[in-house]
């Protein structure tokens, strides 16, 4: 009876120990497939950006510093030749070692693009942070006044791409994506907010043209924004009841980096337009990558953390002015750029987001 009992034992103790075996295998086989570059057919599948404001800021000194200069070193390239060192990973060791690395290459003892063709996911991670960062730098034309009150475009070279929350208003960052949210169903929280005040001026981060506009039960009054390479969309939500947009923005409007776009507010999670039903005032600021048309809605949608982005971001800010006798910001100094040329897009439908 008692060797029985011990055959028993033995039998139970094999199931557990398959059991848990399998579940770490499957745990290891789950976070493979959210940490090492995807692709699907020839497009990429998934992305993690990872990257610290600090390796953000480094890289685009190196750029502005060698623009004209033979060799120019591109924020991006160089981003994602340490990135794919370190899969992605940016802790100060990785900082410290990027610098080295533009340091050498303005030494001339460093060819970063030979060396990256020994670097199996270098590929994936230049066009993947391509993705996010290819409308923030280049050259524009900004609008300067003179002694006389006479206005002129200076020429420059550097970041074009804007904070979502206008110069001269206090804000704090909430860092709580990939948080869960309840209203409506289960899902995660794929955006960044950035609580202010009612009424803050929200800006366009880059220029492109309205894909979204109106209400949603999710996003309360919100604005969608389609980069003109089709690789970005910029989602700006919980807008202010009553006023929330820019009164001249319809879908298909074309918007300036550093345009006044809309208002701080806390509408959403109803179903009723222009309801309050959000704690506390914010703005929740999303940017979703797609690679491919397909990835636009569904369940293949790709949205990044822009957490360490804003704080980039944060260094340029758009000083706005009150237009007098209405509900009306408007930015105090134009800005010019060339766009890279597309299709007039179609009108979308009413989209979740």
Known sequence: MRKLQKIQIGIWV?????????????GRNYMYKRTVPTMQGDYIKWVDFN????????????DVKTYGKKPHINWITLLAYEAAKTGGTFDDKAVSDMENC?????AGKFDLEKQAKELKYYPYYKEAYGAVLNGFVGEYKIET???????SYEKKYGLKAFSPIAKGFEYRDYDDFGVSRSYGFKREHLGHDMMGQIGTPVIATESGYIEALGWNQYGGWRIGIRSYDKKRYYYYAHLRQNYPYQKNLKVGSKVMAGDVIGYMG???????????????????FG??????????????????NCYELTKFLSKNRSEVRKVEGTKEWERCFDMKEMPAKTKNPKKPGNSNF
């Open 266 to 284: 806390h509408t959403g999670y109803s179903t009723t337009e222009n309801t309050n039903n959000i704690d506390e005032v914010h703005l929740h």
């Open 287 to 304: 940017l979703q990558l797609i690679f491919d048309e397909s990835q636009k809605d569904g369940n293949n949608e790709i949205w990044i």
């Open 102 to 106: 533009a340091k050498q290459m303005v």
């Open 14 to 26: 094999e199931i557990i120990i398959t059991i848990i075996v399998l579940g770490v295998f499957a």
């Open 145 to 151: 006044q003179k002694k006389d009150g006479s206005v």
């Open 51 to 62: 990257v610290s404001s600090e390796a953000l800021n480094k890289a685009y000194d190196w």
